[in-house]
């Protein structure tokens, strides 16, 4: 009876560690280099708020190569964002990306930002959601490697 016993401890922390192994992450990051955006310029992702339990954090992220005179040089530039909810609604805004000093990462000729876009967000829709973003109108912004997007899930309580 002991080794049959032990066996099923044995088995049952096997299958709880595959379980939690299989746990989706809380945090999803998705880039797209600038040489892989369609000649219209958007970048699109795809943002799982299914969790009726979460609320989310989403952040922008780049790396601009220009070096610190250009830099100084930089203005702000507009990201136009569509999001679209899993029935298909379509929610549009324009918001500014914030060229400063703060950069993470940053080096002589580089500079690395994350910039959050929403936290604390409760969607109007469970599922997957489509983002597509246009920087600058379309327009080139000097030494822009691609944009990425940090999908945090919040348990609540745990902001």
């Not at 880039?31 to 609320?55: C, V």
Request: proline content about 4%.
């Amino acid at each position: 009876m002991g080794r049959a016993s032990s066996l099923h401890m044995l088995l049952t922390a096997v299958l709880l560690a595959a379980a939690v192994s299989c746990a989706r992450p809380e945090s999803v990051e998705q880039y797209i280099g600038a040489d892989q955006t369609p000649p219209n310029g958007l970048y699109h992702y795809t943002l799982d708020l299914s969790d009726s339990l979460a609320t989310y954090d989403l952040s922008f992220y780049t790396r601009i190569d220009a070096g610190r005179l250009r830099m100084a040089e930089a203005k702000d530039f507009p990201l136009s964002v569509t999001l679209t909810s899993p029935s298909g609604r379509r929610y549009r805004e324009t918001v500014f990306f914030l060229v400063d000093d703060t950069g993470k990462g940053s080096d002589f000729y580089s500079s690395q930002y994350v910039k959050p876009y929403r936290t604390g967000l409760v969607p109007v829709e469970w599922g997957e959601w489509e983002m597509s973003v246009q920087i600058n109108g379309g327009n080139e912004v000097q030494g822009l490697r691609g944009l990425g997007i940090i999908c945090k899930k919040n348990l609540y309580g745990t902001r």
